[in-house]
């Protein structure tokens, strides 16, 4: 059946080094959303992309982080450069129109040293 | 702006018991409401949601929930809850003002005990 895939499923890096996590929504979707899940802040939205077209990117740090979306089957989140408190695992979820549910994608389990 | 709140942070429950997991949420106008089951090392999978309409919902796995506006709640409830329930769920509501990104609660965890 069809699934959101991210790659990697995990990742540790050292601070300062540059962390690209990627997300394959499911064929057909056009709107990509990016997540971030810890234990202190629970489940944030970063951002997230409508026909490619980024829409919301609020809650995303500006000066380290960015989102793009290639193509319509891969969606990017870049860090640069990365710190420890980035440690966290990043979902992306994507869905199909306005309001609509989301299907989320197992995670890329991102640890900064 | 708009806030979910999970107010149990962890619920035991008795397999084969019932079980209500309860939601309650903040916004302005009519939601658009869902609830997520994740388990360990995994993502969340969709269990139900209200749009609009009946303000009783039938999910997956067995699942309900009632959208109580009055109560401003959105609660989940199960009649008989199994060993593989045990998860964490989470309650979400639309962030509003058009905007399709959703505000999670905190979660609540599932303990079932034999």
């Known amino acids: 059946d069809a699934r959101v895939t991210q790659t990697p499923r995990h990742k540790v890096t050292e601070m300062g080094q540059e962390v690209t996590m990627r997300c394959q929504p499911i064929l057909g979707h056009n709107t990509v959303f990016w997540y971030r899940q810890t234990m202190m802040q629970g489940l944030e939205l970063l951002a997230y992309?409508?026909?490619?077209?980024?829409?919301?990117d609020s809650g995303m740090p500006k000066d380290r982080f960015s989102a793009e979306m290639p193509d319509a089957t891969l969606a990017t989140l870049k860090i640069q450069p990365s710190e420890p408190r980035d440690s966290a695992v990043y979902f992306c979820?994507?869905?199909?129109?306005?309001?609509?549910?989301?299907?989320f994608g197992p995670g890329t389990r991102l640890t900064v040293t | 702006a708009q806030s979910v709140t999970q107010p149990d942070i962890h619920i035991t429950v008795s397999e084969g018991a019932s079980l209500e997991l309860r939601c309650n949420y903040s916004?302005?106008?009519?939601?658009?409401l869902f609830w997520y089951v994740q388990s360990p090392g995994q993502g969340l999978q969709l269990l139900l949601k209200y749009f609009s309409g009946d303000t009783l919902v039938q999910g997956i796995k067995g699942f309900e929930a009632e959208f109580k506006r009055s109560q401003s709640s959105f609660n989940l409830r199960k009649p008989s809850v199994h060993w593989s329930d045990a998860a964490e769920y989470f309650c979400?509501?639309?962030?509003?003002?058009?905007?399709?990104?959703?505000?999670f609660g905190k979660g609540t965890h599932l303990i079932i005990q034999p």
């Open positions: 979820a994507s869905g199909l129109g306005t309001i609509n549910e989301q299907y």
């Open positions: 916004y302005g106008a009519t939601p658009y």
């Open positions: 992309f409508r026909n490619r077209a980024p829409l919301d």
């Open positions: 979400a509501v639309n962030r509003g003002g058009g905007a399709d990104g959703l505000t």
